[in-house]
């Protein structure tokens, strides 16, 4: 029979559960278990995939198509697994499979209530991976903050299923922050104390505490939070702020949560768990050999990171394996349409350019014209989603001589529309869950940039897009120098494009940033920075030879 672990929030968001639960999980696996992570959301949206990045930040899409919470993108990193729509459950889609049931009849003419049938399919929900027999654990995580009205439909089913399931079958872990007040040097227990007893009032007593911190809790904290609420010294383990998430479940190892967590379910110690793997990636990460390199990173959303939480985290993998630490340099693309800021400003002291996914035309130009700068100064740049259609688009005016090229995303009728909607698009109507989503075959052209990446013609990444280069425009961008290094595998569709006299200048139609991994970083991601970081060590020897010419 599966194990539970169902990890809980309070005292406020964001305070770090979809990476505590990764580490946990990592841990586990370290451990030889078979784990498995869901995420349950609160939001009645029915998927993340119509809500604005502003709003979610990413939409982090599985192989399987499901746009789900960017938190799934830690447990794919963490774990090295894929996960599927099982993954990842919203409220939205709760209610809706609910209401579903009840137009069909399932309920036999029964008044639908929050209890039991909400709850009940909250529960199926939560019991559904474990059900496929192929896990030893499975973690769930309850999005949210404790105390949130709409988050208490999920942890009614979690008291529910702890009492059916019983204490060595299935345990809360309920993470919290505990403040550090500088002004009197002194850790505050006491919002904790309140988020315990919220649990307690829906008859949750947390089986363990992970107590988030600036500083590393001493005994005597942890004895005080433990005796307030109703655990042991041993149950209430400290995670002190680190410099990497990579470093955390180094830090939950080093205060022994896991052999709490196989304690407290009856699970058998396997013996010693071997994380060095884990702790060299983390000292690179922390001590590059190599020193630093700037990229910016171009995009609608710069001003809200976690809009490209994966590319960044792409960019850890790349700099890593290359002993470099790769510092993003955010460029709103907006800023350069508008003037705010000049190109050269926008691509000072950088090594290469990323021009990041997104939708519509706002800042689209500005996109255009740093990739025309990087073209032109032979810079590397890299293009994802979005930011290949506007290489496209960008190659098309200034290279091929199509003015007014551009893509029918942006201009109902362009002169030339070089980026257009796909055939299987034009008679969609609904917005959520109808992109071309999910992993797709791409065949590569040998003796490209892409298959030096790859090392293989045949290779499958992940989609989330509507718009696609436009066929009737291949010949003039193929005449004029443009190559489509990779294709769908009947020829229709454009999946990647390059140009073979520039030193690196790559786009893509998929999401490279999704697949890539802790101990496998993707071959794109590190082609790019590689070749950045050879553009930086050029730069460097040129101004040394400079100095020693003036001196």
Known sequence: MAKYIFVTGGVASSVGKGI????????????GLRVSVQKLDPYINVDPGTMSPYQHGEVYVTDDGAET??????????LDLSTSQANNVTMGRIYKDVIDKERRGDYLGATVQVVPHVIDEIKSRMLELANTGKYDVVITEIGGTVGDI???PFLEAMRQLKLQLGPKNAMNIHLTLVPYIKSASELKTKPTQHSVRLLLEIGVQPDVLVCRSEKALSKEIKHKIGLFCNLSDADVVGLRDAETIYEVPLLLHEEKLDLLVLRKLGIKDSGAVDLSDWEEFSHKVKFPKDG??????VGKYAEYPDAYKSIFEAFVHA????DVKVLVKLVRSDDIEDGNITLDEAMRDVAGALVAPGFGNRGIEGKIAIIKYARERNIPFFGICLGMQCAVIEFARHVCGLEGANSTEFQKRPKHPVIDLMESQKTVKEKGGT???GSYPCVIAEGTKAFQAYGKVLITERHRHRYEVNNAYREILARNGLVFSGLSPDGELVEMIE??????FVGVQFHPELKSRVHSVHPLFNAFVAEAKKLRDEKISRESLKETIEA
């Open 499 to 504: 140009i073979p006299s520039h030193r690196w």
């Open 20 to 31: 505590t639960v990764a580490s946990i999980g990592r841990l586990l696996k370290a451990r």
């Open 319 to 322: 700099g890593a394996a290359n």
């Open 435 to 437: 992109m071309r989503l």
């Open 150 to 152: 709409e988050s208490q």
């Open 69 to 78: 919470d960017l938190d799934l993108g830690y447990y794919e990193r963490f």
């Open 292 to 297: 630093t390199l700037r990229i910016a990173l």
